[in-house]
């Protein structure tokens, strides 16, 4: 005789849990934290130990009482030099903070329907000569204008690239700077007479404005410090998340993913007909 008796397994133990509903992308305090006791077997990843609670990371949306695991709180960095094979192929497979502009239908350079295609097919669009010496010269001005904004601050910045899932979304940044704490980024542009007095006026332009709210969420920095400069010269403003951009953010790079999961690239043109010769 085999006999069969079904079991449910519960392991209560205290754990961090939300004292309020949070949406996707929330910026977690103490206040909306609190140890309670839980049961850890009835998720695939174990909440956070009332040990290890945290006041920095973001998890999906998530209801009252809702225990936080650590793969829904926690961000990676990543070792990989912008420009490197290794940076485009980990920027082939997320949701990029420079890419945030095109996706809401803000950049100056690339629409959102360009970007749906280059996700889909994974062939990046080609740059003419005059493009990437502009993007050379970008990058020499990054190490110079990082270089003035940590002898300004007496802050040390290093470049680096963080990732984050929030709600299922592969999100990503990079950043010309973070310090060691996370708390204070560092976006760098090449010096632009029209940007430096945005700047000036601490109002950007929308094109510039998604990139940042993606930098903020991705690694919970507090600021980002945006620049324009060069080697001679340099604007500098700082930018905090606006409320309801994170939201916006968000909802837009779902509906992004959801077309992507449907793209079909549109017909090749049939060449013209062409009348045979008398």
Not at 43 to 58: K, M
Not at 192 to 203: T, Y
Request: proline share 7%; charged share 20%; aromatic share 8%.
């Amino acid at each position: 005789w085999s006999v069969y008796l079904p079991l449910t397994v519960e392991v209560w133990s205290p754990a961090v849990v939300t004292t309020t509903a949070l949406p996707a992308g929330a910026r977690l305090d103490a206040a909306q934290l609190t140890l309670a006791d839980v049961d850890w077997a009835a998720a695939a990843t174990p909440p956070t130990p009332a040990s290890r609670p945290s006041s920095r990371n973001w998890p999906p949306s998530a209801p009252t009482n809702s225990p936080l695991s650590e793969d829904t709180m926690s961000h990676t960095i990543h070792s990989y030099q912008q420009g490197s094979s290794q940076w485009h192929s980990h920027r082939a497979t997320h949701f990029n903070a420079s890419e945030a502009p095109a996706m809401m239908g803000a950049s100056k350079f690339t629409s959102r329907s360009e970007l749906l295609r280059e996700k889909a097919t994974g062939v990046p669009r080609e740059h003419d000569e005059a493009t990437q010496r502009r993007f050379a010269a970008g990058h020499e001005a990054e190490a110079h204008v990082r270089a003035k904004v940590e002898q300004i601050t007496g802050t040390d910045f290093f470049p680096v690239t963080a990732s984050c899932v929030v709600d299922g979304l592969p999100l990503s940044a990079s950043y010309d700077g973070l310090t060691m704490d996370e708390t204070i980024g560092l976006e760098v542009k090449l010096w632009n007479e029209g940007l430096a007095e945005q700047v000036r006026a601490g109002a950007l332009d929308m094109h510039y404005v998604w990139q940042l709210e993606q930098q903020l969420l991705v690694v919970g920095a507090e600021v980002i410090i945006f620049c324009t400069g060069d080697a001679d010269r340099l604007e500098k403003m700082e930018y905090r998340a606006v409320p309801g951009r994170r939201e916006q953010l968000i909802a837009g790079w779902k509906q992004f993913q959801a077309d992507l999961a449907t793209y079909t690239p549109p017909a090749a043109a049939e060449p013209a007909a062409v009348a045979a010769p008398m």
